[in-house]
């Protein structure tokens, strides 16, 4: 058996774990996720949603010509996760879910045993405190995002960036990774949530 679970050369590999931080901008899901990569046993990849933006180049957009284009980069980014994990390997994604069909994406995608869904909750004061002290983009949207991001309501874990600090939010979703308790989260929300 090879190391870390990986399946030998010729062997086909086994559909690898997915991770989604889901949370609003600024509440601390890049840094749970990079933090992550250093304390766990097992190799794992970090799929920002903000490299899939970054790659986005051209002339400015319309309005209605970005929503389109944003709605097609986060489709073919979850596209991207689900081949990873496909491929059989062990994903960190910290995401935003602030809209119904980028749910309802994910679901469609992704074996629902595999994946591990953890709600990254902050309060709006630090939102704005944070957005403010990260100067790349304004607090508004995270200020408005909670509602729809935490929409659902229905995760596997929940953490609460403004109390615990990153290491401490870290080590609890490794802890909680070799134990969790099924039907997991997206098992639940196809099944309409319960």
């Given at each position: ?156 874990l929940e953490v609460d960036t403004s109390r615990a600090e990153a290491g401490e939010c870290t ?24």
């Open positions: 058996m090879p190391c870390c679970g990986w399946p030998a050369a010729g062997e086909p590999p086994r559909g690898g774990p997915v991770v989604f931080l889901n949370g609003t901008s600024s509440a601390g899901k890049r840094s749970i996720a990079a933090r992550s990569l250093r304390i766990v046993d097992e190799p794992w990849l970090h799929m920002p949603v903000d490299a899939f933006h970054a790659m986005r180049s051209g002339p400015p957009l319309s309005p209605v010509e970005l929503k389109a284009l944003l709605r097609r980069t986060w489709r073919g980014y979850h596209r991207a996760v689900a081949g990873m994990a496909a491929g059989g390997g062990n994903v960190v994604v910290d995401h935003v879910l602030g809209e119904e069909w980028r749910l309802r994406d994910c679901l469609d995608l992704f074996p629902p045993q595999d994946a591990m869904l953890v709600g990254m909750r902050c309060p709006r004061e630090e939102l704005e405190r944070c957005a403010r002290a990260r100067g790349d983009r304004p607090s508004g949207p995270a200020v408005r995002q909670p509602e729809l991001v935490h929409a659902r309501g229905v995760y596997d080590r609890r979703i490794k802890g909680f990774l070799p134990g969790r308790p099924r039907p997991t989260a997206f098992q639940r929300l196809l099944d309409g949530g319960r």
